[in-house]
């Protein structure tokens, strides 16, 4: 049935210096965050998404073991309990990615689904996991995800999540749209040199031939001390929504912090 859905991107610089201890870092992200999701909830936002482990840095530019105590239980950690409050708060559906602990020393690159009246849905693990130069260097910190490529059933809209890197590949997203989803959320780390002309051209293709809207969110701004060679800064990036039909609604880009999408 044809229906308005308003959905919430959410993008963000980091907050606060990569060096502070790791339940600093997280607080200060969380903090930074929640004035976003205020915002939204008070402009009826009904799904919202943020970007790929918003809780803390692009910490995979590096391969320090420090990172792994970042993790969180998926949904009995902290974050997510938290988002449960401000799901039902404003009742709005929320797409919350965390760098996940499922058990010691198994962890994964998640994000938890959270219904609008702050039920816990479930939770998609990336399942394609970079490792290359300048500074992706994603398997020492994340396992393959092991749950498929599930659509999670909200009050508002059937949706999906495909996470950052997941977007090079076409198999998952016909996987979500054989699967049902209505709306696909592609949280991302990524640089601008490296993928904004694939971030252009995959995103509008997974929505043209699935037959499903995609939000794609990016962090902004850039992310010391890693600066790995002349061109290469952690992260910057658009925020994007593409309709099925690309020439029947104009897709949005580059907003700062928060991109509000009929």
């Known amino acids: 049935m044809a229906r308005v859905v308003k959905c919430g991107l959410i993008q963000a610089s980091h907050a606060g210096p990569t060096d502070a201890p790791l339940e600093k870092i997280r607080e200060a992200n969380i903090e930074k965050h929640m004035k976003f999701l205020d915002q939204a909830g008070k ?39 938290l988002m449960q409050e401000v799901a039902k708060k404003y009742s709005m559906v929320m797409v919350v990615p965390i760098y996940e602990e499922d058990e010691t020393g198994v962890y994964y690159n998640t994000a938890a689904v959270i219904d609008a ?26 396992k393959p995800g092991n749950l498929g490529y599930p ?56 929505a043209v031939a699935n037959a499903f809207f995609v939000g794609a969110i990016n962090r902004v701004g ?19 929504a593409y309709w099925p039909n690309p020439s029947s609604r104009r897709n949005r880009g580059r907003p700062t912090n928060i991109s509000i999408i009929r």
């Open 222 to 240: 850039f992310e010391k001390p890693w600066n790995i060679g002349e061109t290469f800064h952690i992260v910057i990036g658009p925020s994007l």
């Open 43 to 81: 402009q009826g936002v009904q799904i919202v998404c943020m970007q790929e482990i918003f809780t803390g840095p692009y910490f995979c530019a590096e391969q320090n073991t420090k990172w792994y105590d970042a993790t969180e239980r998926i949904p009995d950690g902290p974050t997510t309990r």
């Open 117 to 142: 009246d702050g039920t816990y849905l479930g939770k998609y693990r990336k399942s394609h996991i970079p490792h290359t130069a300048p500074g992706f260097w994603e398997k020492f910190y994340f």
């Open 151 to 206: 659509v999670f059933k909200t009050k508002y809209a059937d949706i999906g999540v495909y996470i950052c890197y997941d977007r090079h590949f076409p198999e998952g997203a016909r996987e979500l749209g054989l699967n049902g989803a209505e709306i696909v959320f592609n949280p991302s780390a990524t640089v601008a040199g490296l993928s904004e002309y694939l971030w252009k051209l995959e995103q509008p293709a997974h």
